[in-house]
């Protein structure tokens, strides 16, 4: 089901440091009933900027108003599930321990880098108490007992489910396609004078030539080592795509098992490059990534149970929006 409760949570109180209430006046109203909570204007618009984009203030003014209108209603779509699940919480009377919202207080300070006075001033900096996050917590923590009780516990996942979810999904469990990279490198500096670079630079063509009329890279580098100080040659191994730098990356995949590629100026030289093996993207084998796709297939049946769910007690529930 995407974050955690505590996850989201934590993402709520951040965005909301970055974006201070006060900075429109919003004449408050009531905007949904859910069964016997009401939903605020100021708490959907609270909800809406910690979830869902900034709305631009430029542009036609229709258009502003009609995103402003559709993430509204988005914001107050999660905002009645939000008081569902609190409600149907509260409802089988779950109930969380202190070790346990104090465990998560205490991560949320820590990873957020702060002491406990520079929180407690964070929290009163935008007119919240320690305890008003605490009450956060425990409802988020309710939030999570609740879904593994009615969900989670639920879900079994079979052999195949597995094997449906993999053949499904096959294009999420793919190798990459590398290449395999042999090198001649003739080291210049990035300042290097005119001179210099035309020297290298015609070594490094006299070398591709050779090297594409059949002769041996490793070969023609021991060659040129005699003449050209500090030349450098060798096997790179395999690279995946990102994992070069550009320059080099857009020659060695654009080049046959066997081509030459070059000369390429880098920061540190100017290479020569010959593509000596290709591996192709394939799917990985199922054995190999059993685990990973168990666990994939686990979010994905939970998330349909839990939709499933969801909407069982929203039948069940009295909502009346008035947005």
């Known amino acids: 089901m995407g974050w955690t409760w505590l996850k989201i949570l934590v993402c709520s109180f951040a965005l909301a ?6 900075r429109a006046e919003i004449v408050d109203r009531i905007v949904a009933i859910v069964n016997d909570d009401i939903i605020t204007l100021s708490e959907l618009e609270r909800f809406r900027r910690s979830f869902f984009p ?40 779950i109930q969380v321990s202190k070790s346990r919202v104090k465990e998560a207080l205490e991560s949320f300070r820590r990873q957020r880098g702060l002491t406990k006075s520079q929180f407690e001033a964070a929290l009163r900096a935008e007119g919240l108490t320690y305890e008003d996050i605490r009450q956060e917590v425990i409802n988020g923590l309710r939030k999570t007992t609740l879904v593994n009780q009615v969900v989670r516990s639920k879900v079994e996942v079979k052999e195949e ?3 449906s979810y993999y053949q499904t999904h096959i294009n999420d469990y793919r190798t990459e396609e590398s290449v395999r990279i042999t090198h001649i490198r003739i080291p210049l500096p990035p300042n290097a004078t005119g ?3 035309a020297s290298a ?6 070398i591709v030539g050779r090297a594409e009329k059949g002769e041996d890279l490793a070969s023609l580098a021991r060659t040129y080592s005699q003449s050209i100080s500090g030349l450098e040659e060798g096997d790179l191994g395999y690279f995946k ?3 070069m730098i550009p320059a080099l990356e ?19 030289g100017v290479v020569i490059i010959q593509v000596t093996d290709r591996k192709e993207a394939k799917p990985i084998p199922l054995a190999e990534i059993r685990k990973r796709v168990e666990e994939d297939c686990y979010r994905e049946l939970a998330e349909r149970l839990y939709r ?3 909407a069982k007690l929203k039948k069940r529930s009295f909502i009346e929006v008035k947005l």
Request: charge should be negative; hydrophobic fraction near 35%.
């Open 161 to 163: 489910d597995v094997r």
């Open 195 to 197: 001179e210099a670079e």
């Open 201 to 206: 630079l015609s070594k490094a063509e006299e």
């Open 54 to 93: 900034r709305i631009p203030k430029g542009g036609d003014p229709l258009n502003v108003r009609f995103n402003l209108e559709d993430a509204r209603r988005r914001a107050l779509d999660d905002l009645i599930e939000e008081k569902l699940i609190e409600q149907e919480a509260k409802r089988r009377g």
């Open 308 to 310: 499933r769910w969801l």
């Open 241 to 243: 795509k990102g994992e």
């Open 250 to 268: 857009k020659e060695a995949f654009s080049l046959p098992v066997g081509g030459v590629g070059g000369p390429i100026r880098t920061p540190d």
């Open 17 to 22: 440091l970055l974006d201070p209430p006060g």
